[in-house]
């Protein structure tokens, strides 16, 4: 393939030039085939029937033809289009003269010939070339007819020549504007293209800048948020502290409005200490250094924990807080027991917190066991009687501080980061969280986890 083009084309500054040079390269090498073939043929007939003066005549035709293509192509490739072009049509020209007597040539089965060089000379020079190699043939055919007694030049025929000229002017003409006119295009589509590349280019280069900016605001918020949360945590911890001390009459007894009035000030410190710890793992998570402790646990006990933590603040509201763990789940499951106990407080304390009346349910169980897939899991599902969740709130409530913007919410406290720490711990530990929810009627959230072979992971 590159061997063909490198004898095919010719590299050229000018598109039309490399054009023309690679088309009359093509009709070289066809004309150099018939001659080698007419040659072979005719050395044959020669070996055959003996050389008279018709044949060798012939052979020495061929081999001008042959020798004479070989010398276009050598200018061609090395020195100019337009000679070697030129050089073409005239030996073209002066094959055909030769070809047949002159009497064929001039009005006979020959004169036909002579339109090749005109169509030729068109595609191969300039479109109005055609009309030189009319002339050329016109003064050939004149000249041949001069030397034949009785003959004069044959105007209808040079008259043809020229017609014919014309028609090849005019598509050669044609062929050439259509050309000019996709370079054009291509030419400025090529602008088009660089136009917007450099606008993507400068685009992106902004793009990356303002995302380094944010990237930048982003640590130093999590910096901040991490290094505030630290300061308050120690102060409200010692007012929770002594609160409880104050509470357990350790300075005193304390009358009953005191009592009342500490109370407040324990369940509000508590609720801070709460926000600030989210905080801190909100701003842990943001900065990848949240890291899980993991070890086997028992899942009933964690759910008994719950339970104690949580049942009287569903009573205190007249709700009912059940649990169930199914009977296929293992007595020992491996993960960390912390952070599922987090995430387990955080949805059962949302249930409780939007639910007015009915009950609060969480469920422990095999979300697939028997149904046989590889995949072993284990989730927690916490459901409630509650308001529900509209569906275009359903996966924005999982965004950092990002609550739903109804009265039900507004009535209770909180920042909206509960549910993105809930969704974050869960796919830190390989599982991922669903809510289904109907309004009016309630919500299911559902931790799906990956259930890890004790074994295994100990091992
Ligand atoms: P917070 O409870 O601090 O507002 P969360 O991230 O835990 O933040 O919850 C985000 C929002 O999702 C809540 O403000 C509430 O609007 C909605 N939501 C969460 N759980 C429930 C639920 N069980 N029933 C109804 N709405 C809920």
């Given at each position: 393939m590159t061997i063909l083009n490198r004898i095919l084309n010719v590299p050229s500054s000018d598109p039309d030039d490399a054009r023309r040079r690679r088309l009359l390269n093509i009709l070289l090498i066809g004309v150099a085939l018939i001659s080698v073939l007419g040659l072979i043929a005719l050395s044959l007939v020669a070996l055959i029937q003996g050389a008279d003066q018709t044949i060798s005549m012939a052979l020495r035709g061929a081999i001008f033809a042959l020798l004479g293509t070989l010398g276009i192509f050598a200018i061609n490739h090395t020195w100019s289009g337009q000679v070697a072009s030129l050089l073409f049509v005239l030996l073209l020209t002066t094959v055909f003269t030769l070809s047949d007597e002159p009497r064929q040539v001039v009005d006979g089965r020959s004169v036909f010939l002579f339109t090749i060089p005109i169509l030729m000379a068109s595609v191969l020079l300039r479109s109005w070339a055609s009309f030189l190699a009319a002339g050329l043939a016109g003064i050939v055919i004149s000249l041949l007819a001069l030397t034949i007694p009785g003959y004069i030049p044959p105007l209808p025929t040079i008259f043809g020549f020229f017609a014919f000229a014309l028609v090849s002017w005019l598509s050669a003409r044609s062929l050439e504007s259509a050309l000019e006119e996709t370079r054009r295009i291509n030419r400025e589509l090529d602008q088009r293209v660089e136009l917007r590349t450099r606008e993507l280019r400068d685009a992106n280069q902004q793009l990356a800048q303002a995302n380094e900016r944010l990237r930048e605001l982003d640590r130093l918020k999590s910096r901040f948020i991490s290094m505030v949360s630290h300061e308050l945590r120690t102060p409200l911890s010692a007012i929770q502290g002594f609160s409880e001390m104050l509470l357990a009459g350790v300075y005193g007894p304390l009358a009953e409005r005191q009592r009342t009035a500490l109370g407040r000030i324990t369940d509000n410190t508590q609720q801070l200490l709460h926000l600030v710890s989210d905080l801190l793992d909100r701003a842990r998570i943001e900065a990848g250094q949240l890291t899980l402790h993991n070890a086997p646990f028992s899942p009933a006990g964690l759910v008994e924990d719950i339970r104690s933590t949580l049942d009287v603040l569903a009573r205190s509201k007249g709700l009912m807080l059940t649990t169930e763990i199914a009977p296929d789940l293992p007595d020992e499951l491996y993960g960390d027991e912390g952070r599922l106990r987090q995430i387990m407080v955080n949805l059962v304390n949302n249930a409780i917190k939007f639910t007015e009346v009915g009950d609060v349910r969480v469920r422990l169980y095999r979300?697939?066991?028997?149904?046989?897939?590889?995949e072993a899991l284990w989730a927690i599902s916490v459901s409630d009687t509650g308001p529900g969740i509209a569906e275009g709130d359903r996966t924005r409530i999982?965004?950092?501080f990002r609550r739903v913007d109804d009265s039900a919410t507004r009535e209770h406290l909180g920042v909206g980061l509960g549910l993105s720490i809930v969704k974050e711990l869960t796919e830190l530990m390989g599982g991922e969280i669903q809510l289904t929810s109907m309004l009016g009627e309630g919500s299911t959230f559902v931790v799906t986890l990956p259930l890890h072979d004790i074994e295994e992971v100990s091992a």
């Open positions: 979300p697939n066991h028997g149904a046989g897939t590889d999982f965004d950092p």
